[in-house]
Nanobody, 122 residues
Framework: VQLQASGGGLVQAGDSLRLSCSASGRTVRSYIMGWFRQAPGKEREFVAAIGWTGTYTYSDSVKGRFAISRDNLRNMVYLQMNNLKPEDTAVYFC?????????????????WGQGTQVTVSS
C-alpha cells in the first residue's frame, strides 16, 4: 500500500486545515487508518485512528478539535483540524494497519505516507 498525505500548510492559531491521505496499490477499506504527527525534536505521536466501520479514537490533545473520516470508495482518509494551536505544529503522517484493531501505537501500523507539514503561528 502506498500512502500520500497532503493538505498541510502555514496557518494562524484558530484556523482550520483539512489533511487528506490517498491510498493506492490496494484497497484499504477493511483496514485501520491512522494519523500521527512528529514535531521537531519530539517522538512521533498518535493523533487519531478510524476503523473500517467508522469507529474512531483521538488523542486527548486533539479531542474536540480534530475529526477523522474516511471514504472507502475513494480509498481516502481525512483529518479535519479546527481551532489549530501552535503546539499542533508538526509533520503529519497517515498510516495503515492491516492486521488488528484500532491502535495508538505507531509500531502497530504497517504502511506510512511521506508526511505533510503543518505549521501554526501564534
Amino acid at each position: 500500500v502506498q500512502l500520500q498525505a497532503s493538505g498541510g500548510g502555514l496557518v494562524q492559531a484558530g484556523d482550520s486545515l483539512r489533511l487528506s491521505c490517498s491510498a493506492s496499490g490496494r484497497t484499504v477499506r477493511s483496514y485501520i487508518m491512522g494519523w500521527f504527527r512528529q514535531a521537531p525534536g519530539k517522538e512521533r505521536e498518535f493523533v487519531a485512528a478510524i476503523g473500517w466501520t467508522g469507529t474512531y479514537t483521538y488523542s486527548d490533545s486533539v479531542k474536540g478539535r480534530f475529526a477523522i473520516s474516511r471514504d472507502n470508495l475513494r480509498n481516502m482518509v481525512y483529518l479535519q483540524m479546527n481551532n489549530l494551536k501552535p503546539e499542533d505544529t508538526a509533520v503529519y503522517f497517515c498510516a495503515v494497519r492491516t492486521v488488528g484493531g484500532i491502535s495508538e501505537q505507531s509500531h502497530a501500523y504497517d504502511h506510512w505516507g511521506q508526511g505533510t507539514q503543518v505549521t501554526v503561528s501564534s
